[in-house]
């Protein structure tokens, strides 16, 4: 159940980021597509970031101290090109415009995400 809970967070959290950031686009006119599409990309999302997220910190560990943990958010912002791409080619109409409105998407999914793991997240792992 945690799982489903958390890709349903990770789908309402690129939602506010495409509704916010110019450049991150779900090119679908109906709102049950929108809210497919969007659960698709929060897979491909979490499977990029389960992935190649721990390869690149663990490659990367010396520029993570050394830019005190600032090299966190470049990497946020490839792994969101990073599926971005993937979408494309696996023909899902989610698109990302190049790095600025990756680097701001990646932001505010990870805060949105935060907050509403925060209010809806896994009950079962606070107990």
Do not use: H
Not at 14 to 42: H, K, Y
Not at 59 to 87: P, Q, S
């Amino acid at each position: 159940m945690g799982i489903l809970i958390k890709i349903v967070i990770t789908a309402i959290a690129l939602g506010v980021a495409t509704w916010l950031i110019g450049g991150l686009d779900v090119a679908t006119e109906s709102f049950a597509d929108q809210a497919l599409t969007l659960l698709g990309v929060a897979v491909i999302f979490g499977l990029v970031n389960a992935i190649i997220k721990p390869i690149v910190k663990t490659l990367g560990c010396a520029l993570y101290v050394l830019t005190l943990g600032l090299f966190g958010l470049v990497v946020n912002a490839l792994l969101m090109l990073l599926t971005g791409w993937l979408a494309g080619e696996l023909d899902i109409p989610f698109t990302v415009d190049g790095f600025w409105p990756a680097f701001a998407g990646a932001i505010v999914v990870g805060v949105v995400g935060w907050v509403l793991d925060l209010l809806i997240g896994d009950r079962d792992k606070r107990d």
